[in-house]
């Protein structure tokens, strides 16, 4: 009976181990300036509570690339611009000038500070063009989680000046050519509604039910109209449902604009920030951007 037991049991061990063996080995991905590339960090703007910054990757070699410009998630209220370098590093290698920006958070500033300072990384973008080898024509945003809930908004609200700030750099457009949201709720007012969530009243400095108006003007799905940038969403499957997604895809498709979603097979929530789901990111983003930053077709 002891030798039945100690062979179950070793059957176990080796069922479990190869269930082990099964899933993505996933790694930490550390950020490091790929060679060809200098590592800007220049200041956007600069307020009481805070200094807004921009990292930015430009290449060696002489040209006039296209940029995308990515917002760094948090929950509106942490810092994580350290995280998504890797991701940004690699898709400068892809033939991009790339950029991250360092907003003011809901600690010290609440909404719509975050998305102003993301506008103003847009028009800083344009206006330092020439300096940092961008083609001012060709730029995208990205972002993920809080990220990804600005860069929905960043480029649902192109051309409305209600939301553009008091930033530096007003003569330039904050308008994007693309955008992707990665793992971002797109209706806060919806998700919000019934109890709403202590980083949204951080963020807004109210609750939805005080401020529902707020809520709704902050929801990328309620800027959905004709002219909007091409948008496509990235999730993974182990991530919670992203309340608006599904319904703002509708919204786009209806006015024929181009959009899809990803979804990461066994991905958590902040997939790019490791592999192998930071090299699956890339390789959609490039693919994406590749399509929507072309250089325009000259007609003969």
């Known amino acids: 009976m002891s030798r039945m037991i100690a062979i179950l049991a070793l059957l176990l061990s080796a069922t479990v181990a190869t269930a082990q063996d099964a899933k993505p080995k996933w790694a930490k991905l550390k950020p490091k300036t790929p060679d060809g ?22 290449p060696d070699k002489p040209g006039k690339y296209p940029c995308i410009l990515d917002i760094h998630g948090g929950g509106w209220a942490n810092r994580q611009v350290e995280s998504d370098k890797p991701m940004m590093e690699r898709l400068a290698q892809r033939g991009y000038v790339t950029a991250i920006i360092a907003y003011r958070l809901s600690t010290t500033s609440k909404f719509p500070a975050a998305l102003h300072d993301c506008k103003s990384a847009v028009r ?30 960043l480029a649902m609200t192109g051309g409305k000046p209600d939301f ?46 005080d401020k529902p108006d707020l809520y709704r003007a902050a929801s990328p799905i309620h800027h959905v109209r004709v002219g909007v940038p091409p948008v496509v969403f990235i999730e993974g499957e182990k991530d919670t449902l992203k309340v608006g997604r599904a319904e703002m895809m509708e919204k786009l498709k209806a006015l024929h604009i181009p959009t899809a979603v990803h979804t990461l097979k066994d991905a958590p929530h902040p997939f790019w920030m490791s592999d192998p789901w930071c090299a699956q990111t890339v390789d959609i983003a490039d693919a994406f951007f590749k399509e929507h930053l072309r250089k325009p077709t000259i007609e003969r």
């Not at 797109?186 to 807004?204: C, I, T």
């Open 37 to 58: 590339f200098k590592m800007i960090e220049a200041v956007v703007a600069t307020y009481p509570e805070d200094v807004v910054k921009l990292t930015v990757y430009v």
């Open 124 to 153: 800083t973008l344009r206006a330092r063009a020439a300096e940092w080898k961008i083609d001012p024509d060709r730029i995208g945003v990205m972002g993920g989680s809080a990220g990804g809930h600005l860069s929905g908004l």
């Open 164 to 209: 553009e700030g008091d930033g530096p750099h007003k003569d330039q457009s904050s308008a994007v050519k693309a955008c992707i949201v990665m793992a971002a709720t797109q209706d806060l007012h919806a998700a919000n509604e019934l109890k709403s969530a202590e980083n949204a009243v951080a963020f807004f400095g109210a609750t939805c039910a």
